[in-house]
């Protein structure tokens, strides 16, 4: 099975990711949120806490990162290429250590998923996330579902 990077996302990968960007995720980011994908891109890499890339086989499968909306919420993104089909399981491999590590910047995630994304939001689900009810978010007040997960107290 091939195995999956997590290495730092710069802007040398833009590019590449724009190219491949799945369409569920244009449908979010560029028709539901008036936003270029390029454009949510530079501002991921100029506003984050962390920003990476997910590669396996030498592509870049999704680019993804956090950013802190104040001093407990962080806010989590992910943008997939049409790699991610061919390689899903090592995707998955990664994800739940990365959301951990989130975690530990942050004592809330939170973020809106597009209601049309049924791959994000079945994803966002196997990785723990709950979810509210739709609700009109964006520019065109699209419908949206709130997602959020917060961090587990050792008492």
């Not at 290495?7 to 008036?34: F, G, K």
Request: hydrophobic fraction near 45%; glycine fraction near 8%.
């Amino acid at each position: 099975m091939a195995k999956a990077e997590v290495l730092p996302l710069s802007a040398a990968d833009v590019a590449s990711v724009v190219a491949d960007v799945r369409q569920a995720d244009v449908d979010e980011i560029a028709e539901a949120l008036q936003t270029p994908i390029e454009g949510a891109l530079a501002e991921a890499l100029g506003n984050h806490c962390k920003a990476s890339k997910i590669v396996v086989g030498g592509l870049i499968v999704a680019v993804f990162g956090d950013s802190r909306h104040d001093e407990q919420i962080g806010v989590p993104w992910l943008i997939s290429t049409r790699h991610i089909e061919r390689f899903p399981k090592a995707f998955l491999q990664v994800c739940k250590p990365e959301v951990a590590e989130m975690l530990g910047r942050h004592s809330l995630l939170l973020n809106y998923v597009d209601i049309r994304n049924t791959a994000a939001i079945r994803w966002l689900s196997w990785l723990g996330f709950s979810f509210g009810e739709p609700e009109p978010y964006g520019p065109l007040g699209m419908p949206f579902y709130p997602f959020w997960m917060r961090r587990k107290s050792c008492a």
